[in-house]
């Protein structure tokens, strides 16, 4: 396959900003792609070559490639850099270099898909001494047989710039109507993809053998599953109307959820963004390796611990643990407990199916506690006036609150529903429980202090449209230090132009690419003129916005931006704000 149509297509989603258009455009580029290569152009539009939980990179600095462009073309390196400087779109030098470029003529060779996605691979998978001279032949070798319009892909690919404005979702609508003709059957497709995690595996099982295939989709081990998440309500009342009288209170401990795969004694865990972090956890994979198993896949959250009494420490304490380096020093100084809530897969055996009843008797046959490993608290109650007492009891012991669970619910990997809901003590209050919400764009401050922008107009996200909708603007709350680490963060995200998934009538100095997770709390969310979020769900031609928004001190490094908090969960939070204050 030609990599010319793929540019032609991706130059032609750039100029839209309705997702509809998008999805019928790419769509069209999948129904032209050969089905045994369909899972490479899946991946390379999302700029990349693998599923992200096997963690390749690219490894290639804007420096490599200005350099390698100096090597192809008759430009020289001081000129691209100083073109670069202006535009500030490695893409576009590329593009304007080659069109310069007077050897452009004499290619020879026609570029396909296949061979793109080869010298990807080949230029991902150079490491060690030599590799960047590796590194840079391979890309130019690339650069001289493209065309300005290719080589604009190709260096936008490579430095993770590609900005096309397609997430997950979006790409299942497309894969839907290209391969079935029906948009609805990106239900079917987004089950096989939340216990997978892997879209170009279900675009080749489609593609090549049709959809009831993708129906039989089964875990594997060592293929993270998307988590299940909880919904949260703020009051005993409203849990029993949700589950009725009988349930499970757990514990909710503030640490970081682990995603443990073992399969014949080989660990691997994965973080909530489905990121590989065994490496993280060398104290953790030690333990599991012993389990008494074939295979099992288990959940759990991994709390730091004070190394002199053993109680929890706060959440950022595990940041430590988050280093490529020196992983052995940061094991002993910051010690960690697991402690599990959850098994979804054991000895071959599928347990999505099962009921959490079931799955939480199997978790405690199967595993033998002690000081570092245990089992996440709990309680099973008939009657809901327990609730409030568990809480406290909860929050005395150093928990954030209680994750409830449905005892019938099972497993729904990749959904946000009432089999577990949260309770947390400040839902019970106010509104103040937190929001995890996405930088969309920044105003300068007042005097443009240098490096430091002065308020971020933050989002939410509309999962049915695949849109980020504005919902604040935050100025409150940073420390200068946090200031400028975000401030440096965001440059990596910044677009020129207000980016296609953005959805936003306020506007902006800066805008950028949806990327960095905040966490806010304010003080209620109310009808909003100005904002986006939720536009047209409570009043027409009016959105939602959260009132005094303030930055608690917390990046989620740990959040995509597809998971933060949603319009249907903001909408929720209104409702019931509005019945407290009329009841
Ligand atoms: P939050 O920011 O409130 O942690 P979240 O969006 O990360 O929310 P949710 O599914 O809404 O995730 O809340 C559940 C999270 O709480 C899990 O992702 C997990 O990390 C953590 N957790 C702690 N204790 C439990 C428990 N007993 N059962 C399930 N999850 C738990």
């Given at each position: 396959m030609d990599y010319r149509l793929i540019a032609e297509i991706y130059s032609q989603m750039e100029e839209t900003q309705k997702r509809l258009k998008l999805i019928e455009l790419y769509s069209k580029l999948l129904k032209q792609t050969p089905s045994n290569i369909i899972n490479k152009v899946i991946y390379l539009t999302q700029g990349k070559i693998y599923p992200d939980f096997l963690g390749f990179e690219f490894g290639m600095s804007d420096k490599l490639i200005i350099k390698s462009l100096g090597k192809t073309t008759s430009d020289s390196h001081e000129k691209i850099q100083e073109y670069y400087n202006k535009v500030g779109d490695l893409g576009e030098v590329a593009k304007q270099s080659i069109m310069n470029n007077a050897q452009t003529t004499l290619t020879t060779e026609q570029l396909t898909v296949e061979r793109v996605y080869e010298t990807f691979e080949k230029i991902a998978?150079?490491?060690?001494?030599?590799?960047?001279?590796?590194?840079?032949?391979?890309?130019?070798?690339?650069?001289?047989?493209?065309?300005?319009?290719?080589?604009?892909?190709?260096?936008?690919?490579?430095?993770g710039k590609l900005r096309l404005g397609i997430a997950d979702y979006t790409v299942l609508d497309a894969l839907a109507l290209a391969f079935t003709n029906n948009r609805q059957n990106r239900i079917i497709l987004e089950r096989a993809y939340n216990i997978s995690s892997d879209l170009g595996k279900i675009a080749l099982i489609l593609a090549t053998k049709g959809l009831k295939p993708v129906q039989n989709v089964e875990i594997e081990v060592g293929n993270?599953?998307?988590?299940?998440?909880?919904?949260?309500?703020?009051?005993?009342?409203?849990?029993?109307?949700?589950?009725?009288?009988?349930m499970s209170l757990e514990y909710k401990l503030d640490g970081e959820r682990l995603q443990i795969h073992v399969n014949k004694k080989q660990v691997k865990i994965f973080s909530r963004r489905l990121e590989d972090i065994t490496n993280h956890y060398p104290d953790v994979s030690e333990i599991f390796s012993k389990i008494d198993v074939d295979n099992i896949i288990l959940e759990a959250e991994a709390v730091a611990i004070d190394k002199k009494n053993g109680s929890y420490l706060p959440f950022q304490e595990l940041m430590h643990r988050r280093r490529k380096h020196k992983i052995k020093e940061a094991v002993k100084n910051y010690p960690v407990s697991i402690n599990l809530f959850?098994?979804?897969f054991l000895n071959d055996e599928d347990l999505t199916n099962s009921s959490y009843e079931n799955r939480r008797k199997i978790l405690t046959r199967i595993v033998k506690i002690n000081k570092k490993l245990d089992i996440i608290r709990n309680k099973i109650i008939q009657d809901a006036d327990e609730i409030d007492s568990f809480l406290e009891q909860a929050i005395k012991e150093g928990c954030e609150g209680l994750v409830i669970k449905n005892l019938q619910g099972i497993y729904r990997a990749g959904a946000r529903e009432y089999l577990w809901i949260k309770l947390k003590r400040e839902y019970k209050s106010e509104m103040s429980d937190t929001l995890d919400l996405v930088v969309i764009g920044a105003i300068y401050g007042k005097g443009k202090r240098v490096n430091r922008y002065g308020a971020l107009l933050l989002a939410s996200y509309d999962k049915k449209e695949d849109l980020f909708r504005?919902?604040?603007?935050?100025?409150?709350?940073?420390?200068?230090?946090?200031?400028?680490?975000?401030?440096e963060k965001l440059q990596e995200s910044r677009v020129k132009n207000k980016h296609a998934m953005v959805d936003s009538k306020m506007e902006a100095d800066v805008w950028f690419k949806p990327n960095i997770v905040l966490e806010i709390s304010g003080s209620e969310i109310?009808?909003?003129?100005?904002?986006?979020?939720?536009?047209?769900e409570i009043r027409t031609g009016f959105g939602l916005a959260l009132r005094f928004p303030v930055f608690t001190g917390r990046i989620r490094e740990d959040k995509q931006p597809s998971q933060a908090t949603a319009t249907t969960e903001i909408v929720n939070m209104y409702n019931k704000q509005s019945k407290k204050i009329t009841h």
């Amino acid at each position: 396959m030609d990599y010319r149509l793929i540019a032609e297509i991706y130059s032609q989603m750039e100029e839209t900003q309705k997702r509809l258009k998008l999805i019928e455009l790419y769509s069209k580029l999948l129904k032209q792609t050969p089905s045994n290569i369909i899972n490479k152009v899946i991946y390379l539009t999302q700029g990349k070559i693998y599923p992200d939980f096997l963690g390749f990179e690219f490894g290639m600095s804007d420096k490599l490639i200005i350099k390698s462009l100096g090597k192809t073309t008759s430009d020289s390196h001081e000129k691209i850099q100083e073109y670069y400087n202006k535009v500030g779109d490695l893409g576009e030098v590329a593009k304007q270099s080659i069109m310069n470029n007077a050897q452009t003529t004499l290619t020879t060779e026609q570029l396909t898909v296949e061979r793109v996605y080869e010298t990807f691979e080949k230029i991902a998978k150079t490491r060690g001494s030599g590799s960047i001279e590796m590194k840079l032949s391979h890309l130019s070798g690339l650069l001289s047989d493209a065309s300005a319009i290719e080589a604009k892909y190709i260096v936008r690919t490579l430095n993770g710039k590609l900005r096309l404005g397609i997430a997950d979702y979006t790409v299942l609508d497309a894969l839907a109507l290209a391969f079935t003709n029906n948009r609805q059957n990106r239900i079917i497709l987004e089950r096989a993809y939340n216990i997978s995690s892997d879209l170009g595996k279900i675009a080749l099982i489609l593609a090549t053998k049709g959809l009831k295939p993708v129906q039989n989709v089964e875990i594997e081990v060592g293929n993270p599953i998307r988590p299940m998440l909880a919904e949260r309500l703020s009051s005993s009342q409203e849990i029993v109307d949700k589950i009725g009288k009988s349930m499970s209170l757990e514990y909710k401990l503030d640490g970081e959820r682990l995603q443990i795969h073992v399969n014949k004694k080989q660990v691997k865990i994965f973080s909530r963004r489905l990121e590989d972090i065994t490496n993280h956890y060398p104290d953790v994979s030690e333990i599991f390796s012993k389990i008494d198993v074939d295979n099992i896949i288990l959940e759990a959250e991994a709390v730091a611990i004070d190394k002199k009494n053993g109680s929890y420490l706060p959440f950022q304490e595990l940041m430590h643990r988050r280093r490529k380096h020196k992983i052995k020093e940061a094991v002993k100084n910051y010690p960690v407990s697991i402690n599990l809530f959850d098994i979804i897969f054991l000895n071959d055996e599928d347990l999505t199916n099962s009921s959490y009843e079931n799955r939480r008797k199997i978790l405690t046959r199967i595993v033998k506690i002690n000081k570092k490993l245990d089992i996440i608290r709990n309680k099973i109650i008939q009657d809901a006036d327990e609730i409030d007492s568990f809480l406290e009891q909860a929050i005395k012991e150093g928990c954030e609150g209680l994750v409830i669970k449905n005892l019938q619910g099972i497993y729904r990997a990749g959904a946000r529903e009432y089999l577990w809901i949260k309770l947390k003590r400040e839902y019970k209050s106010e509104m103040s429980d937190t929001l995890d919400l996405v930088v969309i764009g920044a105003i300068y401050g007042k005097g443009k202090r240098v490096n430091r922008y002065g308020a971020l107009l933050l989002a939410s996200y509309d999962k049915k449209e695949d849109l980020f909708r504005s919902f604040c603007k935050v100025g409150t709350g940073f420390s200068d230090e946090q200031l400028k680490t975000i401030y440096e963060k965001l440059q990596e995200s910044r677009v020129k132009n207000k980016h296609a998934m953005v959805d936003s009538k306020m506007e902006a100095d800066v805008w950028f690419k949806p990327n960095i997770v905040l966490e806010i709390s304010g003080s209620e969310i109310t009808i909003s003129p100005i904002h986006t979020s939720n536009l047209n769900e409570i009043r027409t031609g009016f959105g939602l916005a959260l009132r005094f928004p303030v930055f608690t001190g917390r990046i989620r490094e740990d959040k995509q931006p597809s998971q933060a908090t949603a319009t249907t969960e903001i909408v929720n939070m209104y409702n019931k704000q509005s019945k407290k204050i009329t009841h």
